[in-house]
């Protein structure tokens, strides 16, 4: 699905053109707000969150990752979970710093709620993922397996 993205904004993402999966590319000013604009694009590449009443419930994960990259990969792979498991994805979120690792808290909605515009993400692909900080702030890039 192709979108209007203005690159220049402080905080966004963006579907990029992948061979049969879904590449996000999020940037923002924080590493946490860079993965929120990462989750938020990929559920929005399949769902239209747009559609979305408010949150029905809160669910907090506690992920751990040794790098960047692996807390990224970390947070998406608890979306999928969820999507998978429970069938709620996060219309919003925040990370919190605890020792060793993130809290990750979602506001979540049921997926069956909303309209389905695309392929379900199965999994992070590992490889070419990157969560790093430039001199304009965080800036991501990662595929998901569809």
Known sequence: ME???NMHSISGHRDVPHTADLRIEAWAPTRDECIREAVLGAV???LDTSAASAPT??????????RDDDLLAAVLDEVIYLLDTEGEVPVD????DVDGGVEVSFAMVDASDLPQLGAIPKAVALNDIRLSRDPDGWRCLV???V
């Open 93 to 96: 979120l925040s990370l919190r």
């Open 57 to 66: 419930r809160t669910r907090r994960s506690r992920l751990n990752g040794e």
């Open 44 to 46: 929005e590449s399949f």
């Open 3 to 5: 979108r209007k993205v």
């Open 143 to 145: 595929t998901l397996d």
